[in-house]
């Protein structure tokens, strides 16, 4: 039997400011059994849906639909050595609000660039060293660090400019939504559940049918999310085989959903 009736694959861009319209950040979502559809940006001037604009959309979609899951492809923490250098508390909450403080990439008019260059926030007592990777990194074929800036497509880069809207949607949501694997690893009865993916393990299970690769990536999302919860198998994913120690760091570090 289902968990879910909605299935939301997200690809996201860390590019630009909070207010631009991106080409590359791309939403769809199927509903039941039925194939993913692409959802666009009310209209507006802008084309393209902004990241502001997602946060907004998320927030009264989860507030209006039955039970949702969404994916979403940027990293939702940091690897445990940097909680280490800069004694952060292991708690995602605290993280949340100490990274806000030092990159607020949710500031209007702000490049994540702006502030990695030292024009705004405070970076500079916050910098992540490349060479660090959460275990879920480690796990996934040709995931790289959430601190890799340089490279094309960078992660690093969509995760710094997204992670402030997560404590956004947390704090418009509250109780209602369950970000994985933060707030347990079981999802809780009832509650929408907000996960890490990597569509790179799912693009070419499908056929792209004209798509371009970012609309790929969020339909792979959708389509795998909804496939896995009707065949009865999200519930291993939601749990997978990590040894206790394992597992204790990854309650601070997240996981990748669909990696065992």
């Known amino acids: 039997m289902s968990i879910f009736h909605r299935y939301i694959g997200i ?61 979403i492809d940027h990293g939702f923490s940091f690897p445990l050595p940097y909680f280490e250098r800069y004694g952060i508390l292991q708690n995602w909450d605290i993280f949340l609000d100490d990274f806000c403080a030092h990159w607020p990439t949710d500031s209007p008019h702000t490049y994540v660039d702006f502030i990695r260059d030292g024009i705004r926030g405070k970076a500079a007592e916050r910098i992540g060293d490349r060479r660090w990777r959460r275990i879920t990194e480690k796990r996934t074929p040709r995931a790289r660090s959430v601190f890799h800036f340089v490279v094309q497509g960078s992660v690093a880069k969509s995760t710094h400019a997204g992670i402030p809207w997560l404590r956004y949607l947390r704090r418009s949501l509250g109780q209602s939504v369950h970000f994985w694997p933060f707030d347990g690893w079981t999802p809780k009865n009832g509650r929408h559940v907000v996960a890490e993916v990597y569509p790179s393990l799912w693009r070419n299970r499908y056929p792209d049918d004209g798509k371009t690769r970012d609309q790929q990536d969020a339909y792979a999302t959708s389509r795998w999310l909804q496939e896995m919860d009707l065949n009865d198998y999200l519930p291993r994913f939601f749990d997978p085989p990590l040894s206790p120690g394992e597992r204790e760091v990854a309650n601070i570090e997240g996981w990748i959903l669909g990696v065992m």
Do not use: C, F, H, M
């Open 11 to 71: 690809d996201y861009s860390g590019a630009q400011t909070p207010e631009s319209s991106l080409k590359g950040l791309r939403i769809l979502v199927a509903d039941g059994s039925n194939a993913p559809y692409e959802v666009n940006p009310p209209p507006s001037p802008r084309k393209y849906w902004t990241r502001r604009g997602l946060a907004e959309w998320l927030t009264t979609i989860l507030q209006e639909t039955p039970r949702s899951i969404v994916g």
